[in-house]
């Protein structure tokens, strides 16, 4: 089969040149056909002429041979209609030995394969005139030489893509080679049913698609590599010490026999050649399997296959496999194929395929490009000069570690910073949408530590809230004295749990990490620690002890949650709390997952977002009008009594979160003059009391003076997209900055215009 010389290359694309060469008829003088090639030199090894069946322009043609103007011979006209009648000339030099398509045309048609390059690379014995020139030296010998015959025709650009040697630099050759194949046609088929009926699933099924058009259109498998390392090919060639018996060639597969030893393999041909296996010879081939056949028995063998073991029957099939989805074939499905061949059974029922990392640009990591991020590096933190080192260290040629350094310093001016183990991954998982790759910004990891930082500060915090000697009642039953804001934080840890198991379920790692990062840092840290500040503070006992029992079963479940992802700061931070009873496992690891708690209340957390509303527009208003740390009177005006009771049942609570000093609700009554107003809706409107604390003339005459700056602002970005040929010089992406910019300055305007409206309401 066809072989590559180094199989380790590039496909670049050059402008090549199309030589186009005549081909005289056999027997004709002035008939002709002519053909178009990039190489011409493989000329020699040509077999055929082919031309579309379809082709009017050579119908005549058909059957005929044409005459080999340096072997002395015929080869014939054949038609295959893989031929573009619209490219070059129509009609396509067919050279089986030496390109990947030829090759194709030559078994469907029973070509000859003549093979007319050595392994080095010179013209080899097929032709006396050329014999042992360099393939490039001989390229130019042969059109001087097709010229001088008057074959030559003309030479036109032509850009291609040519496959280039990633460590020589030299371009690849296909080459004719014996190589051990695999038949894989009927493994394929039971791959494709085990998809089709449900027995494998992938995740996410769009990969479904890919597994169904590789394994239906299976090829033999080329299971040989010529390396220095890997399973040798347990094959051996058979020759007798006796030399009245027939001796055998290589290629010839009769004089081929296998075995697990030396030995087996002897006896094998001693029993076939119906001789003594004193008089076998054996010499073992000296291939090796390919990677990924040694890959494919990974599921069976490590458990000591093919000796039925414990651990044999124990572990296999597993339960799942999680790889990248760029080895779907190479790897899952060579696996599927050994699994149910030699097991009888598939190795796995699932497959979970992540996406591929790319940098924060969407380009593949690429050493060349400075581009590649190293995990160790994001956990533990590298300097800039050290990533250069790096590079510097590499075998990289110094133009490429040059450009990789300027990437470097544009990606990571300041290095990348210490972001843990527990950060990355987390990271990772939270980006991993069910797709084909992955974005990856260290600035993203970074804001996950900091996530790290504040599950450490708020259990810290939580902790010292639970106080000294505090012992967590035996179960996480509720008691009955559970104030509202208590059982809110509970619902939302039962929808939290409920979303962890559902994306759990559906692989659907994102969903799993927003109800996490939600729940820890907008629910528990953001309002319910806040909350129940007052209540800590309090002498109401049975508030005090329903509130402390309600967070640690907020922080024993919360941290339960996030174990998959964080376990080194999970472990840590369970380590802390104080244990329910002797039973509870000694490690967060092996700890009881949550799920169903039954906690859950819709209405509640409904009444609760509406207070949230009410907190967020007190707290706007304050940044607006007040200093930070200001604590305003607010009054809630609600049209409705319903409307109130919601305020009203969530009163103190809201008052804490908004930082109010009194927050009053009325009902159909007006607020005292002197207050800012926002409207929450039409049956609400929230109040802060802003007269005598602020300068209201000082105040309007700042706010004025800010609007004056941003109007002006807005004035020169208008004036800049009404230049001549704006739309077509100025950068898509400068234009789209200009509008945005132009968005955010009308919204800030449309903001200090309502400030200043309200502050003149008020003087």
């Known amino acids: 089969k066809i072989k590559q010389i180094n199989s380790s290359l590039f496909l670049l694309c050059f402008l090549s040149v199309f030589f186009f060469l ?38 005549h043609l058909h059957g005929k041979t044409v005459w080999h103007p340096f072997r002395k011979c015929e080869i014939p006209i054949i038609c295959d209609d893989f031929v573009e009648m619209d490219f070059g000339t129509g009609a396509v030099k067919i050279t089986p030995a030496h390109d990947h398509n030829d090759y194709d045309v030559g078994k469907k048609h029973d070509l000859p394969f003549l093979t007319m390059l050595t392994d080095d690379g010179n013209i080899n014995a097929i032709c006396e005139q050329f014999k042992n020139m360099p393939r490039f030296a001989a390229r130019k010998t042969i059109l001087e030489a097709l010229k001088a015959e008057g074959l030559y025709r003309e030479t036109k650009d032509h850009p291609m893509v040519v496959p280039i040697c990633s460590r020589s630099k030299d371009i690849v050759e296909p080459l004719i080679k014996p190589q051990w194949f695999c038949n894989c046609n009927e493994m394929a088929r039971l791959a494709v049913q085990a998809v089709k009926d449900g027995e494998l699933r992938l995740v996410p099924n769009m990969h479904n698609k890919t597994w169904f058009s590789w394994l239906d259109n299976i090829r033999d498998w080329c299971i040989s590599r010529q390396l220095w390392w890997g399973h040798r090919i347990p094959a051996y060639f058979v020759t007798f010490t006796d030399d009245s018996l027939p001796k055998g060639e290589d290629l010839d597969g009769t004089y081929w026999v296998s075995g697990r030893t030396e030995e087996e393999a002897r006896q094998k041909a001693a029993k076939q050649f119906n001789v003594d296996a004193s008089k076998v010879l054996l010499k073992q081939d000296e291939d090796v399997l390919d990677t990924w056949f040694s890959s494919a028995i990974f599921p069976f063998s490590i458990f000591g296959w093919p000796d039925e073991t414990d651990d044999l029957k124990r572990f296999y099939p597993n339960s799942l496999l999680e790889t990248g989805h760029d080895i779907l074939f190479f790897w899952v499905a060579r696996m599927v194929f050994f699994g149910t061949k ?237 244990r329910r009873d002797e039973n509870t496992p000694p490690s967060i690891c092996v700890c009881p997952f949550p799920e169903n708690l039954g906690w859950r209340d819709e209405s509640l957390e409904a009444d609760l977002r509406f207070v949230q509303e009410v907190v967020h527009v007190v707290r706007s208003m304050r940044t607006d009008y007040l200093s930070p740390k200001a604590r ?26 908004a930082a109010a000093s009194r927050l009053e609700v009325l009902v159909g009554q007006s607020a005292p003059d002197g207050c800012t107003m926002v409207s929450l809706s039409d049956k609400c409107q929230v109040h802060m009391l802003v007269k005598g604390l602020i300068d209201v003339q000082k105040e309007v005459g700042k706010q004025e003076g800010k609007m ?17 040929d704006y739309e077509t010089k100025v950068p898509e992406k400068v234009r789209q900055a200009t509008t945005e910019k132009i968005d955010q300055t009308k919204k800030e305007l449309e903001t200090i215009t309502k400030a200043i409206a309200n502050l003149k309401l008020i003087g």
Not at 29 to 58: C, F, N, Q, S, W
Not at 448 to 457: A, E, S, T
Not at 709 to 723: A, I, N, Y
């Open 22 to 59: 005549r081909s005289l008829l056999h027997g004709s003088l002035d008939e002709e056909i002519v053909v178009a090639t990039t190489r011409v030199e493989t000329m020699l090894g040509d077999t055929a002429v082919a031309v579309h069946p379809k082709d009017d322009r050579y119908k």
């Open 342 to 578: 030699l097991m009888g059974k598939l190795p796995f029922p699932e497959v979970y395929l992540h996406a591929m990392v790319r940098d924060a640009h969407g380009r593949k990591m690429s050493k060349s490009l400075g581009n590649v991020i190293d995990p160790v590096d994001v956990i533990k933190g590298v300097t800039l000069e050290a990533l250069h080192e790096q590079l510097r260290m590499g075998n990289l040629d110094p133009k490429e570690v040059e450009r990789a350094i300027k990437g470097q310093k544009e990606d990571y001016p300041s290095g990348i910073p210490e972001c843990g183990t527990d950060a990355l991954r987390f990271a990772l998982c939270a980006y991993t949408a069910q797709g084909r790759d992955i974005n990856l910004d260290v600035n993203r990891v970074v804001g996950y530590r900091h996530f790290c930082n504040k599950l450490w500060n708020a259990t810290k915090f939580a902790l010292m809230n639970l106080g000294e000697g505090y012992k967590p009642p035996a179960s996480s039953a509720l008691s009955g004295d559970e104030s509202l804001i208590d059982r809110w934080i509970l619902s939302r840890l039962s929808a939290a749990v409920d979303d962890v198991n559902s994306g759990f379920e559906k692989y659907d790692f994102p969903t799993v990490t927003t109800a996490c990062y939600n729940f820890w840092l907008y629910e528990l840290c953001d309002v319910y620690l806040e909350a129940i500040k007052p209540v800590i503070a309090s002498t109401d006992e049975k508030a005090i002890a329903a509130a402390r029992n309600t967070l640690y079963t907020c922080l024993d479940a919360g941290l339960r949650i996030l174990c998959p992802f964080m376990p080194f700061l999970t472990e840590e931070l369970f380590q802390r709390l104080p």
């Open 632 to 657: 305003p009177e607010v009054f809630v005006t609600c049209t409705t009594q319903a409307v109130a009771d919601v305020v009203l049942r969530l009163q103190a609570s809201t008052a804490t979160l």
């Open 708 to 724: 004056q700056k941003l109007d002006s602002q807005l004035q020169q970005l208008v004036k800049s997209t009404q230049l001549p």
